[in-house]
Nanobody, 117 residues
């Protein structure tokens, strides 16, 4: 069973940067697509960014394009989200998700990101 643990969240001022990490254990990430989601208080969980197994295709929500970058290191079983030019509206709990086309689907427990104005 694959397990995911996010880290790197915290409190940052508007315009600042954070790098989120997602560490996978129990299985290799090689065959999984990866994604970051977020959920702000009182709002539904939304997709932020995703990447294919070799990161040859990546996608971003319009709200984060040009500011966030998803990456992965399959050798280290890690997924990252570099977040630059952070805004107060980026405040949310950020979740890492990995899945395969055969219905394997795993989520991390989330890490809080708070951006002050």
């Amino acid at each position: 069973q694959l397990q995911l643990v996010e880290s790197g969240g915290g409190l940052v001022q508007s315009g600042g940067s954070l790098r989120l990490s997602c560490a996978a254990s129990g299985s290799s990430l090689d065959r999984y697509a990866v994604a970051w989601f977020r959920q702000a208080p009182g709002k539904e969980r939304e997709g932020v960014s995703c990447a294919t197994t070799r990161s040859d295709v990546t996608n971003y929500a319009d709200s984060v394009k040009g500011r966030f970058t998803i990456s992965r290191d399959n050798a280290k079983n890690m997924v990252y989200l570099q977040m630059n030019s952070l805004k107060p509206e980026d405040t949310a709990v950020y979740y890492c998700r990995v899945w395969t086309l055969t219905a394997d689907d795993y989520w991390g427990q989330g890490t809080q990101v708070t951006v002050s104005s």
